[in-house]
């Protein structure tokens, strides 16, 4: 009854059925690798909220090159981990960091180098900062940098991709995102290549909250292409057993009136 699946033709069929199928199985293993991979961020958001903080020496590897150099990057893992760094702020280098949004204004986060006791630095993201009365573009009003020895207790976060040297605009260094490898040969000291987003901002600024996954939607597209995997594998059986059967026999009274007498 089945001998029909041996032709060329149904071994083609089957051929691309499997393909299609194998293809959407693996982005559904894709999807949902993401999932783990956005949950996993959640997770340490969640977490940070009450968890004790840990040195950042600890978790980031230090920069032990020559001054305007950054060190190893920390592993993926360590994202949103809540630390601690003790250090003196350099407010000479301080770096406004552009086009940053926050509660759905666009002003600054301010970005101040902390020196550590051993000569490295770390930069702060000590907060976000509305601009000045003329735009988003206007240079802003920032509360100074605390003097003296500082213990800052934040979020560590990963460098960001893409980002360029600071620049001076209006008296005070810019950058459009933040990139330790390239912000440190602006630097007199070896910079660690991640940075800390303070949770305690100072009076004027505002906190960066972080920003937790949408991990939902990817379990949604891992039994979206699961779902179609299975209905491709059903519509090849389906059309072969309806092969198998022969004509219905509604098809053989159409044949049959489309006869000519």
């Not at 991979?37 to 959640?42: E, L």
Request: glycine share 10%.
């Amino acid at each position: 009854m089945y001998r029909f699946l041996a032709s060329p033709r149904w071994l083609g069929y089957a051929a691309l059925t499997v393909a299609a199928a194998t293809v959407m199985v693996l982005l559904g293993f894709w999807q949902l690798d993401r999932y783990h991979q956005r949950a996993s961020i959640n997770a340490r958001i969640t977490a940070g909220t009450s968890a004790t903080p840990v040195p950042l020496t600890e978790v980031v590897p230090r920069p032990a090159g020559t001054p305007g150099t950054v060190g190893a990057a920390p592993g993926g893992h360590t994202e949103w981990l809540r630390v601690q760094v003790t250090g003196r702020f350099d407010a000479s280098r301080e770096i406004l960091v552009r086009g940053r949004t926050v509660e759905g204004r666009v002003g600054f986060e301010v970005l101040t180098p902390l020196v550590l006791a051993d000569g490295t630095a770390v930069l702060v993201d000590r907060g976000w900062v509305a601009p000045a009365e003329g735009g988003a573009l206007a240079m802003p009003s920032v509360p100074a940098a605390p003097d003296g020895e500082q213990t800052v207790l934040g979020r560590l976060r990963p460098s960001e991709s893409r980002g360029g040297p600071p620049k001076e605009v209006g008296g005070r260094l810019e950058v459009r995102r933040i990139t330790p490898s390239a912000i440190a040969p602006a630097m007199p000291y070896a910079v660690y290549d991640a940075y800390v987003s303070t949770d305690q901002p100072a009076p004027g600024l505002t906190a960066v909250a972080p920003e937790k996954q949408n991990a939902l939607q990817n379990a949604g597209y891992v039994l979206q292409w699961w779902l179609l995997a299975a209905l491709t594998l059903y519509g090849f059986v389906y059309l072969a057993r309806r092969e198998a059967r022969g004509p219905e026999p509604e098809d053989l009274l159409d044949e049959f009136h489309d006869t000519p007498a």
